[in-house]
């Protein structure tokens, strides 16, 4: 071949790479842009080399260009493959036949063909379904929302309903049906390891007179600072709550009677010691508390409260502000 029709073929493939419309370059294993002709620089931007071929294409074109690269770099060529280019953030991917050929260094050849441009209809269609695709996506997003507020709403409700359903409105403490629930729970236990429990029967003394003297409002304070001293008196291990009226039940694990009888001794003495009010009349309240302690094997939970509850009659007999013990 003579030396002139050689300059000719590198002359004509020079011009036909500049002038192409054709996406060319050379790429390295990772797809960023070693070199590229005009047409592909000029949707890069400059320079070529900071961004990968990969930026410029479509979500769903991006793992077919990556496997296109390994698959060229394994065995020495591969195509033709649809990838669809996107030449800014609100264009219409223009679709383009990809084919690649192995080259030196662990680098391929690209040349991408231009396919024909949608027509008219085919981009309204395009751009209808993108537009129906993202309103969509808009609705679930709002819908994923809504949907965990409202989730969040029906968990605050249940927390609520659990809290209305175990402890009393006005003092706070556990109810009737909540302390009750312990202790079958401390009973069970007490059973299985055969460890001592007791309980108190604590009354507030006079109460009745304070409702009819001060009103209802102020009986209710009354008890809502008894409940809170009571609670605060108490050993960590232990339980109280509101049994009914101006009753309380204090549970005690691993508490024979004679400890018992101790802790209700002093809860006594701190009651009558703490200073009430009734309409900003300094009172003086007092407790009367019946003491009980399970007979292992011998007990019903029923049981036991008719002891504890016949102790703190027997504390009232005694005249009031002091503990018994039950006695068979």
């Not at 010691?273 to 900003?280: L, M």
């Not at 508390?289 to 007990?299: M, P, Q, S």
């Amino acid at each position: 071949m003579s030396e002139s029709v050689e300059r000719l073929i590198a002359l004509g493939g020079r011009l036909l790479i500049e002038r192409s419309t054709c996406l060319i370059a050379l790429i390295d294993a990772r797809g960023r842009v070693i070199a590229a002709n005009p047409r592909l620089r000029q949707l890069l931007g400059p320079p070529p080399g900071e961004q990968g071929f990969a930026a410029l294409l479509d979500l769903s074109s991006r793992p077919r260009f990556l496997t296109q690269v390994q698959q060229a770099l394994a065995e020495g060529r591969a195509g033709p493959t649809t990838l669809n280019v996107i030449d800014g953030p609100t264009a219409i991917p223009q679709s383009y036949r990809c084919h690649m050929d192995a080259a030196a260094d662990s680098q391929v050849a690209l040349l991408a063909e231009p396919i024909a441009p949608l027509d008219q209809h085919g981009a309204e269609e395009y751009m209808r379904v993108t537009s129906e695709l993202s309103t969509t996506t808009r609705s679930l997003q709002k819908t994923g929302h809504e949907l965990t507020q409202k989730q969040r709403m029906l968990e605050e409700a249940m927390a609520k309903i659990e809290r209305i359903a175990n402890v009393d409105e006005l003092t706070q403490l556990p109810n009737r049906r909540s302390i009750l629930l312990r202790l079958a729970e401390e009973v069970e236990r007490a059973e299985r390891y055969g460890s001592a429990i007791s309980i108190l029967m604590i009354d507030i003394d006079h109460f009745k007179q304070v409702n009819d003297r001060y009103g209802h409002p102020a009986g209710d304070e009354v008890l809502r600072d008894c409940a809170e001293l009571l609670r605060c008196s108490i050993r960590t291990t232990d339980h109280i709550g509101r049994y009914g009226g101006e009753e309380f039940l204090c549970l005690l694990p691993m508490t024979a009677e004679a400890s018992a009888l101790v802790l209700a001794e002093r809860l006594c003495r701190e009651v009558e010691r703490a200073p009430f009010a009734a309409e900003a009349t300094a009172l003086t309240m007092t407790i009367s508390i019946g003491v009980a302690e399970l007979g292992i094997k011998r007990d019903t939970i029923g049981q036991l409260l008719s002891h504890a509850d016949s102790a703190l009659y027997l504390a009232k007999e005694r005249g009031r502000n002091r503990a018994a013990p039950w006695r068979p």
